[in-house]
């Protein structure tokens, strides 16, 4: 039985094949399959020699490495001996590479305020910063608390954290004072950083506010300082609070960057668990620089005259590595956008493209769907032809939205990167390299160089291609996780005891004859329909290809004869909720996918619960498909009116 082994079904297939046209290739740095293959093969008959001639090659090192890897599993220290510094390999390296005068961040504000700083500027904010916290007394280790807006002040507290061998814990700006004292306890925080408020959608949220409730029940917080963005009332608590501008006018520019061993903890980012305790994952130094940098560069085939926006909030994994980390160590140009993609119109985001001439462009699905949704017509007004490379991350991408972005976006012009990674492996694990491997809409193809994903059963043997499994990795990297904050059993017991040696992501996936991977949705997804284990994202692909769906999700809802049956929610892109669609939507599926998955009911919905970095959370749909009054944890829902709606919307 399929149970037991750990296989799920695939019932998907994708058919279509976009290689990179002959003008992308012959620019890019890695030109060929044959070339991409070259370098993967050499490198995984060697990892460790691979990484350590990275290393040596793409760090600054203040004294050279003893040890590529000391290997405890699941403990890894990488560069053994050896001391770098982040804060220095984004700037001063810049610097030194002749790039100080060069733009840096481009930034604009909700509000339509822009700043432009070059490296030097930053370098500038940067040393000041670093010499305000030590002032507050931040000692190599301490953990400070970041809850701000996406302003260039955001970058400039985490390098200094970093420049000083401060650990950074950004919790992203939208989470309650309950979720920012939880998260500051555990990491017992010394430091706040926070503004007096953040716009959104023109309006500006009191984040002061939300911080004295958080600091009331935060103990190890010593000094809170704020930045001034809204000019909103706040109240400064005499000896805690401190403003931000205050203490930068005494700050000296001059603040070398320490030189720190090659595992001094970067920073903490705290992920939702299944459990609801938040989950603190610990990245270090030299390796997770590394990884950021390289995979920039690689993912993103990197040039000189390149504008790159990744639309990630820095309160997520996506906003540490490819706003921060990875485009500052290579020396890009990035853009920075403070607000909604939907303010003051819903074409901000191509209005922001057109202005700045954006080449590269990451951004998520749930994005991408929300683009469609808004309309075309949104797209039509702007001019993308700067954009010459697109990127996806978060979720699957269905190929419908795929191809929608390929066309509408990219002009049929841009490859589309879609990047599979976790919070936990610190940057890219598997990606087209753009200029190199021919993308299939869905796929996030192949695995980096010096990344080695293998699918297996329960009892840890590869499955047979094409059929799904549990994803895992079989050698440590360097930007891997090194632990959870305070917490060694549990990062043991998560991640590397169920599948012995190897670990496991908790997604599962399938590998095609090509060697291309299809990320199949989390493991505790899957839904089991009569002994077939199908996954959520191939389901929901199929509804989405019809062209009244926006978005769907799909869950297994109990059933006394076939142990589950499917239950999907939709959300509509044009007309109407109806018995009909209904209908129609089941023959849909049936005719894309077959009768083994066509849903027994649907749902329709004005909206999908989200997280608020905007993946689709199915435990809740699960426990609202099978009619449970109370649903499970919720503290990292995005939308709380969500869940009514959903209620009511089902009522109907
Ligand atoms: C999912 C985000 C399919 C996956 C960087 C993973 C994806 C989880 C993709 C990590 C993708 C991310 N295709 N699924 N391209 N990218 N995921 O920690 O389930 O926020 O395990 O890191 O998102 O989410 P996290």
Redesign the pocket.
């Known amino acids: 039985m399929s149970e037991q082994t750990g296989h799920v079904d695939t019932v998907m297939v994708e058919q279509r094949i976009f290689p990179p046209s002959q003008s992308f290739a012959s620019r890019a740095s890695i030109k060929s399959l044959s070339e991409y293959q070259q370098l993967y093969d050499a490198a995984a008959a060697d990892l460790e020699g691979y990484w350590a001639a990275e290393a040596r090659q793409h760090l600054h090192w203040f004294e050279p490495f003893q040890k590529t890897l000391q290997w405890d599993e699941p403990f890894a220290q990488w560069f053994v001996g050896g001391k770098t510094n982040a804060s220095y390999n984004c700037l001063d390296a810049q610097i030194a590479a002749g790039r100080g005068d060069q733009v840096a961040i481009l930034w604009e504000g909700e509000p339509g305020d822009t700043r432009t700083l070059t490296y030097r500027d930053l370098h500038c904010e940067v040393c000041k910063f670093a010499n305000v916290l030590k002032s507050l007394g931040v000692q190599p280790g301490d953990v400070v608390s970041i809850y701000m807006p996406m302003t260039p002040e955001l970058p400039v507290a985490m390098l200094a954290c970093a420049r000083i061998g401060a650990v950074h814990s950004v919790i992203f700006a939208g989470f309650s004072a309950e979720a920012v004292a939880d998260r500051n306890n555990d990491a017992k925080a010394k430091i706040q950083l926070t503004s007096d408020g953040l716009y959104r959608r023109g309006k500006v949220l009191p984040l002061k506010d939300t911080i004295d409730e958080a600091l009331a029940k935060s103990s190890t917080v010593e000094k809170c300082v704020v930045l001034k963005r809204a000019g909103n009332a706040v109240q400064m608590k005499n000896g805690r609070d401190i403003w931000w501008h205050e203490a930068m006018a005494q700050a000296s520019t001059d603040c070398p960057a320490t030189p720190l061993d090659s595992e001094t903890p970067l920073f903490i980012l705290y992920?939702s668990g299944s459990t609801g305790k938040p989950k603190g994952i610990r990245h270090t130094t030299a390796g997770y620089n590394l990884y950021a940098k390289r995979t920039f560069q690689m993912v993103f085939d990197h040039q000189d005259d390149d504008i790159f926006w990744c639309t990630a909030d820095c309160g997520?994994?996506?906003g540490h590595s490819y706003v921060v980390y990875g485009p500052l160590s290579a020396g890009a140009k990035i853009l920075m956008y403070e607000g909604a993609p939907n303010w003051p119109e819903e074409d901000r985001f191509w209005a922001l493209i057109e202005k700045y001439r954006v080449t590269i462009l990451y951004t998520a699905p749930t994005a991408i769907r929300a683009f469609i949704k808004w309309g075309d017509h949104h797209v039509d007004k702007h001019d993308l032809t700067s954009l010459r490379l697109l990127g996806?991350?978060?979720?699957?991408i269905n190929p419908e939205a795929w191809m929608w972005y390929y066309n509408k976006i990219g002009g049929g012009r841009c490859p589309i990167v879609?990047?599979?990674?976790?919070?936990e492996t610190g940057g890219i694990m598997m990606s087209p390299l753009p200029g190199a491997i021919a993308t299939k809409p869905g796929s996030?193809t192949k695995p980096l160089p010096g990344v080695r994903p293998r699918i297996v059963d329960e009892k840890g043997q590869d499955v047979p291609l094409g059929r799904g499994g549990m994803l895992c990795i079989d050698h440590p990297w360097p930007g891997m996780l090194r632990g959870i904050w305070g917490d060694d059993a549990r990062y043991k017991e998560q991640y590397w005891t169920k599948i012995p040696g190897m670990y496991l992501?908790?997604?599962n996936a399938r590998c095609d004859t090509d060697g291309y991977f299809w990320?199949m949705g989390?493991i505790d997804d899957v839904i089991n329909v009569s002994g077939h284990r199908l996954s959520t994202i191939e389901v929901e692909s199929a509804l989405v290809s019809h062209p009244s769906v926006a978005e769907a999700a799909a869950v297994g809802k109990p059933d006394e004869i076939r142990g589950q049956v499917l239950s999907v929610f939709v959300t509509l892109r044009s007309g109407q909720p109806s018995d009909e669609l209904r209908t129609a939507l089941k023959m849909h599926v049936r005719k894309e996918i077959g009768a083994l998955a066509q849903p027994d009911d649907i749902h329709f919905t004005s909206a999908l619960p989200k997280t608020r970095?905007g993946?689709i959370m199915r435990r809740l749909l699960r426990d609202i498909a099978s009619g449970k009054e109370q649903v499970g944890d919720t503290t990292t829902l995005e939308d709380y009116t969500v869940l009514a709606k959903l209620r009511s919307d089902d009522e109907s």
Do not use: F, L
């Open positions: 992920t997520w994994i996506t996806s991350v978060g979720e699957g879609d990047t599979w990674w976790q919070t996030c992501t908790g997604d990320i989390r970095s993946k």
